[in-house]
């Protein structure tokens, strides 16, 4: 999905006129292609990079429910840049300040967490716009313009930049449709264990009313026209969903990966380690999304 380096020794842009790297990421999505990806909550290239090259149509480097920050997910988009697997950046809050300086290492793709509203979600897409379309702050000779070699990249980054919005509560499920239909929301993304605990569910996203929540919104996503996308470590219920519509789902997350592997491999060798209660299967993931 990514667009290779040019070789060594191949013709090179002249000074100025790097093309704006291509969103593959946005460009899929707008497709209608199933994208599968993989939540990375360890905070370190390393193991961004080793899950790049299994074969995930994305990855989510997140900085709400982790350590991560700036210079941690420039490191992990560094890292990742060689495969064919597409990052997307989740902020800790809808704020212009760091959803720039996210964009500013070169974040193309953000996922914002807790939009509520219409209004809110019109504020998530004004920060990644420079005015006058938005409020982004510009700076020329950042890496997202390959430090200054971007042609035109003030008028054109918009073009290649992806917002998707993430609701996760029961007054955003009042707010879909609204939400859908601002101008610059690439897809509407469902954070099944927040919208749990506002269902009156906190950490069982596999309470009836909860599942039901979640399908019902994929429903209405798409068909208020935008993609729809949820975060599941449950296989059964991610091809649930993804047959009721969603195009970008998570299937995994790294902490649970390894946390649950380490417990299987010392369960194995050591009996006296009593087994760990597993989360609850359907949607919950090992941070609780």
Not at 117 to 125: P, T
Not at 150 to 162: F, G, I, R
Not at 252 to 274: C, H, K, N, Y
Not at 275 to 280: F, G, H, I, L
């Amino acid at each position: 999905m990514t667009t290779p380096h040019p070789p060594t020794g191949a013709p090179q842009p002249a000074p100025g006129r790097w093309p704006l790297p291509p969103n593959a990421f946005k460009a899929a999505l707008s497709r209608g292609e199933q994208l599968i990806g993989m939540w990375c909550s360890l905070a370190d290239p390393y193991p961004a990079e080793i899950i790049a090259g299994a074969g995930f149509d994305w990855l989510l480097l997140d900085t709400e429910h982790s350590h991560a920050d700036v210079a941690t997910v420039l490191s992990q988009l560094q890292a990742v840049a060689p495969y064919p697997c597409s990052p997307v950046v989740r902020p800790p809050v809808n704020d212009p300040v760091v959803i720039k300086r996210l964009l500013d290492v070169g974040a193309q793709s953000l996922l914002i967490p807790q939009v509520e509203s219409a209004e809110e979600a019109r504020a998530a897409v004004a920060a990644t716009r420079y005015a006058p379309l938005g409020v982004r702050g510009v700076a020329a000779l950042t890496r997202a313009t390959r430090f200054g070699r971007v042609k035109d990249y003030a008028e054109l980054a918009h073009t290649e930049l992806c917002v998707l919005v993430q609701v996760e509560s029961r007054h955003a499920l009042g707010q879909i449709e609204a939400i859908a239909s601002v101008d610059g929301v690439d897809g509407i993304f469902i954070g099944p264990s927040d919208l749990a605990a506002s269902l009156g569910h906190p950490g069982d996203p596999n309470a009836p009313s909860v599942v039901a929540a979640v399908e019902e919104v994929i429903g209405r996503v798409r068909a208020a026209g935008r993609p729809a996308g949820v975060l599941t470590i449950d296989p059964m219920f991610a091809r649930r969903c993804i047959d009721l519509g969603t195009t970008f789902t998570a299937v995994g997350v790294d902490v649970g990966l390894l946390a649950r592997g380490a417990d299987a491999l010392a369960r194995s060798f050591t009996r006296q380690i009593p087994e760990t209660a597993a989360p609850p299967a359907a949607t919950q993931s090992p941070e609780g999304r």
